[in-house]
C-alpha cells in the first residue's frame, strides 16, 4: 500500500513500512483516503463554478 496515493492521508504514512495491515487498519485508511476523495471533488466543482462564473 506504500506506493497508492501517497500522501494524499494521514495515517498512510503511519502504515507505510508495514507489509501486512489489519482489516481495521485498511478501512481506516481508506475510509480517509474517500474522504480526501469527497474534499477534492467539491474543490473541483467549485473552481468549475467560479470558472463559468468569469466567462
Known amino acids: 500500500m506504500c506506493n497508492e496515493h501517497h500522501g494524499m492521508y ?3 504514512e503511519r502504515y507505510c513500512w508495514r507489509q501486512f495491515l ?3 487498519e485498511k478501512i481506516e485508511i481508506l475510509e480517509e483516503y474517500k474522504n480526501w476523495l469527497e474534499k477534492e471533488t467539491q474543490g473541483v466543482k467549485e473552481k468549475i ?3 463559468n462564473k468569469a466567462s
Do not use: D, Q, S, V
Request: charged letters at 45%; aromatic letters at 0%.
Open 49 to 51: 463554478e467560479n470558472l
Open 22 to 24: 489489519t482489516k481495521e
Open 10 to 12: 494521514r495515517n498512510h
